[in-house]
């Protein structure tokens, strides 16, 4: 199996409002076999070690295509490779949102 490096980003949205730009941007390498729920658990690590009010939110993940403004809800239980395919242009490919 080969990995993917996805740049994500968390948009500063409700609970996230006032978070920190070099807080909400990283990357995570990741197999391409792996399913969003592994992926989501990953990221929910990261955003639980945020100092207070953000380390306590629930999210959800779309993944982001450039171009025209597209992107999907990600399903925990699909691979991360029923999104992303071939190489990605080195842009943000996850967008991290409050899940309400």
């Given at each position: 199996m080969t990995?993917?490096?996805l740049n994500y980003f968390i948009i500063p949205t409700g609970s996230f409002s006032g978070?920190?730009?070099r807080s909400a941007?990283?990357?995570?390498?990741?197999?391409r076999s792996t399913d969003v729920a592994v992926l989501q658990t990953?990221?929910?690590n990261y955003i639980n070690q945020l100092p207070s009010p953000f380390n306590d939110v629930d999210i959800f993940l779309r993944a982001y295509h450039p171009g025209p403004v597209k992107y999907q809800v990600m399903k925990e239980q699909s691979p991360i490779s029923q999104y992303f395919n071939g190489d990605l242009p080195n842009v943000f490919h996850i967008l991290v949102?409050?899940?309400?």
């Open positions: 990995n993917i490096t978070i920190l730009p941007s990283f990357e995570i390498t990741i197999l990953q990221i929910q949102q409050e899940d309400r």
